[in-house]
């Protein structure tokens, strides 16, 4: 059973930094790009970013809203991917999901607060 | 980039039919979208695959009353025999190399 764990959120100041983690099992982890999608209070879903497997690369995309503030890595030995989101802005605060490839299975989320 | 656009609600009376609309922009046409669920509180969850040609690759557990279809530039997802749990909002999403994109949702009312 494919499974995808979200951990590390919380409550933040803004300008300080978060890592999320998303642990996966019941797949072949290296062999599928990871993404992270988040929603804010109320609202729709929106796209973080992804980053691709190794067999294409293992590099990563990110949305323009976060382009330069957070980054996305991978450790395939853990099967885990991470979502590092540096100099926090009150509208980061959302619920922020993993998904494994572009779309066949999120995990559970979990909550970011930036505020002071 | 592509961009999606979605109604933003829809109803149907508990045992009919609701067919939901997922438009990709100009150019885009061909693209492959996902369909997902959000129920009230909850994660989203994986739908569907929609093809083009309006082939689709439903997730796992998806029950036979969901089912999609295309055409041009329009994606369909319908839901037959509409059960109280299907109030919940819609949302389509696509990608290409760089990009990923999703629709505004539509938010189902099961009357």
């Known amino acids: 059973e494919v499974q995808l764990v979200e951990s590390g959120g919380g409550l933040v100041q803004p300008g300080r930094s978060l890592r999320l983690s998303c642990t996966a099992s019941?797949?072949?982890?290296?062999?599928?790009?990871m993404s992270w999608v988040r929603q804010a209070p109320g609202k729709g879903l929106e796209w973080v970013g992804f980053i691709r497997s190794q067999a294409y690369g293992g590099t990563a995309e990110c949305a323009a809203s976060v382009k330069g503030r957070f980054t996305i890595s991978r450790d395939d030995s853990k099967s885990i991917a991470y979502l590092q989101m540096n100099s926090l802005k009150t509208e980061d605060t959302a619920v922020y999901y993993c998904i494994r490839g572009m779309a066949d299975y999120w995990g559970q989320g979990t909550l970011v607060t930036v505020s002071s | 980039q592509p961009v999606l656009t979605q109604s933003s609600s829809a109803s149907a009376s508990l045992g009919s039919s609701v067919k939901l609309t997922c438009t990709l922009s100009?150019?885009?046409?061909?693209?492959?979208i996902a369909w997902h669920q959000q129920q009230p509180g909850k994660a989203p969850r994986y739908l569907m695959k929609?093809?083009?040609?309006?082939?689709?690759n439903k997730g796992s557990g998806v029950p036979d009353r969901f089912s999609g279809s295309s055409s041009g530039a329009d994606r369909y997802l319908t839901i037959s025999n509409l059960q109280s749990e299907d109030e919940a909002d819609y949302y389509c999403e696509t990608w290409d190399s760089y990009t990923v994109v999703f629709g505004g949702g539509t938010k189902v009312t099961v009357l």
């Open positions: 019941g797949f072949t982890f290296g062999d599928y790009a």
């Open positions: 929609l093809e083009g040609s309006g082939s689709y």
């Open positions: 100009s150019g885009h046409s061909s693209y492959i």
